[in-house]
Every structure is written in structure tokens, then in C-alpha cells.
């Protein structure tokens, strides 16, 4: 399973199925609202995770202990944001606004790498890669108004819509300092560290949220949903994302979030019996033509 990297696939598959994950992750996230804390979430989510991982990753992280020692800062860095921040702000923002208003802001995140890049790396914006964005806004923005760009005018944002950009922040910050990722580790130790130092992050505010009297209510849908969340957004998506990243950049990579509202419209026609129409069809198409546009930009060297 960790070795999927090497293999011959796209890198754009890699991330068009991060994108179909990480949807379902904010439609089931949406759904265990008053069932599970937003912390728990991002605690159970990652602690199983690492359960499922430890056979693939124990090995491979002892071996390697010396070079994440010495790449530790790095390390921390993206365990704090990617594991840590982003999961417990996006949860927290799922208890006061709707998973569909979710993964609209979501959706800016591409909008927010290429401005952090260029902040930060003083990476260029070529205008295949401003089209791109422009045009797949377009079909999120034609979804989200159902083809009425009256309600987009009408949209207003709430305290849940707030902790959803922060997390969005916190993912473009990632997605950046991902160029930093120390190329000594291999992919299951590197992601093992992350995800053990994330881990270690999250515990404390799991502790003080269960002695503040955030108790979960397992029963079979709490338990199927943190198994989603442990092998599909997590395992897989970080993994598939990062391995993308690695190979296409940061910027190329940040489109392809454009497709996590776009599959959770389909998740919930499939799960909650919505009906798709004409404007479904529609985003898609300028959702996808925005990432092929978006795709054809020049490679930094």
C-alpha cells in the first residue's frame, strides 16, 4: 500500500482520488455533528490511522529515526498543520455551518496556495494557472448558486465559515512546506512521522475536550465513520497527496481541490437521493476544464 508511489500512475489520478476522499470526509464529518466533538474527531481519525499504518511504518521508522531527528522542525511543522490544525478547525467549523458551505470555502484553497507560494518561495502565477482558477471558481460558484447567482449574493458568512478559512490557511501553508519534506526519508517513514507527531499534538486537546465533558455516542454509524476517516482521507488521501505534490508542485497540485465540491454534490445525489440537474453538469464541466487549463501551465525547473 505505501509503495504506491512508485508505481506508473498519474499524479493527476492521485489527486483527483484525494479530491473524492477528502469530500466524503466533510459529508460524514457534517453527519456525526452532536455524536462526536470536533477534536475526537481529528483524534480518532488520526489514532486509528496510525493503528492501521503501525505494520507498514513501525519498521521503516526505527530504521530511520536518526533522519527524522535531524528534519524534526520540518516534520513538526506539517504534522501541526496538516495533521494537527487544519482536521480541528475544519471539524470545528462543521458544527456551525453546512458540509456544502464547507467545501465551497474549501475550494478557494487553490486561490491561497498560489498567493502563499508567491509570498513565500516567490513562485510565479502563470496565466494558464490564473485561468484555471478563475474557471473552476466558476463552476464551484455555478453549483453552489444552483444557477441562480442570486443566492451567491445572498451568501453570508457565519463563525463555522471562519474556522473553515482557517483551516484552509493552515492546508495552503502545508501544501508549501511540503517542499521542504526531507527527501533522506522514505514515503512510509516520512508519512509515519507526521502522522505519530500529529498524533502527539492532538492528544492534549483530546484530553482537556473529554475532561471539559465531550463524550462520544459509538454506535455502528460512529464507528463506520471513523473507519472512513482512518483509511480513505487519511491514510490514502495524505499519502496520494503527497506523492502528487512531490511530483507536479504545489500549485499544479492546489486545483484539483476544485473537485471536493464537486464530488461531494455527487456523494450526497448518491447517499441523501438528491437529485443532480443542469447546473451539476455545467460546474463539473468548468470545474474540469479549469484543471486541465490549470494542468498545462510550465513546470518551475
Avoid at 470545528?92 to 475550494?107: F, K
Avoid at 490557511?169 to 507527531?197: M, N
Avoid at 492534549?204 to 465513520?225: E, I, K, M, S, V
Wanted: aromatic share 14%; net charge positive; with cysteine.
Amino acid at each position: 500500500m505505501l509503495r504506491a508511489a512508485r508505481l506508473p500512475v498519474s499524479p493527476y489520478v492521485l489527486l483527483t482520488l484525494t479530491a473524492l476522499f477528502w469530500a466524503g470526509n466533510w459529508v460524514i464529518a457534517r453527519s456525526l455533528q452532536g455524536i462526536m466533538s470536533p477534536i475526537a474527531m481529528a483524534f480518532w481519525r488520526w489514532f486509528s490511522a496510525l493503528v492501521l499504518l503501525l505494520p507498514f511504518i513501525g519498521r521503516p521508522l526505527l530504521a530511520e529515526r536518526r533522519a527524522i531527528v535531524r528534519h524534526w522542525k520540518v516534520l513538526c511543522a506539517l504534522a501541526l498543520l496538516g495533521v494537527g490544525a487544519f482536521n480541528v478547525l475544519s471539524y470545528t467549523g462543521l458544527r456551525y455551518t453546512t458540509a456544502s458551505t464547507g467545501v465551497l470555502l474549501n475550494s478557494v484553497s487553490p486561490i491561497v496556495i498560489l498567493a502563499v507560494a508567491h509570498i513565500f518561495l516567490r513562485e510565479r502565477v502563470h496565466g494558464w494557472q490564473a485561468a484555471g482558477v478563475a474557471l473552476s471558481l466558476t463552476g464551484v460558484a455555478v453549483i453552489v448558486a444552483q444557477g441562480d447567482w442570486q443566492r451567491l449574493a445572498a451568501f453570508t458568512l457565519n463563525p463555522g465559515d471562519l474556522w473553515v478559512l482557517a483551516a484552509v490557511v493552515t492546508w495552503a501553508l502545508y501544501t508549501v512546506v511540503l517542499r521542504w519534506r526531507p527527501r533522506e526519508l522514505s514515503s512510509p517513514a516520512f508519512t509515519g512521522a507526521i502522522i505519530v507527531i500529529g498524533v502527539a499534538l492532538i492528544a492534549p486537546l483530546f484530553a482537556w475536550d473529554y475532561a471539559a465533558g465531550a463524550r462520544t455516542q459509538w454506535n455502528a454509524h460512529a464507528f463506520a465513520a471513523v473507519a472512513y476517516f482512518a483509511v480513505f482521507p487519511s491514510v490514502l488521501a495524505y499519502f496520494f497527496w503527497n506523492a502528487a505534490v512531490a511530483r507536479v508542485g504545489a500549485n499544479r497540485a492546489g486545483i484539483f481541490m476544485h473537485l471536493v465540491p464537486l464530488f461531494g454534490t455527487i456523494l450526497s445525489a448518491v447517499f441523501l437521493r438528491e437529485t443532480l440537474s443542469w447546473y451539476h453538469y455545467a460546474g463539473a464541466a468548468l470545474i474540469f476544464g479549469g484543471i486541465y487549463a490549470a494542468s498545462k501551465a510550465p513546470r518551475r525547473p
